[in-house]
Nanobody, 121 residues
């Protein structure tokens, strides 16, 4: 079993930045891809970004491409999401995920509890 704990969410003005962290614990997550999803009020959960185990390959939703950067530090069992140029529409609960692939939420096995990001306009 893998436990994922997100941190770094909060309230920020439009145009600002936040960095989310996701700390993994439990059994080793060696070889796992990791990613981020988000869910805004009244909307379905949507894919944000994914990073492979090596950190070489990264994929982003079109809505965040060029503004968000996903990274990971395998020595620390931690993944990050650097969010720049935040917009009001980025307001959502952000979830860290591990062991999966693709943009469909049902393809991911492990989920964190979520961290709220609120962008004021």
């Amino acid at each position: 079993q893998v436990q994922l704990v997100e941190s770094g969410g909060g309230l920020v003005q439009a145009g600002g930045s936040l960095r989310l962290s996701c700390a993994a614990s439990g059994r080793t997550f060696s070889g796992y891809a990791m990613g981020w999803f988000r869910q805004a009020p009244g909307k379905e959960r949507e894919f944000v970004a994914v990073i492979t185990w090596s950190g070489i390959n990264k994929y982003y939703a079109n809505s965040v491409k060029g503004r968000f950067t996903i990274s990971r530090d395998n020595a620390k069992n931690t993944a990050y999401l650097q969010m720049n140029s935040l917009k009001h529409e980025d307001t959502a609960v952000y979830y860290c995920v591990a062991q999966g692939s693709g943009v469909r939420s049902e393809n991911w096995r492990y989920w964190g509890q979520g961290t709220q990001v609120t962008v004021s306009s």
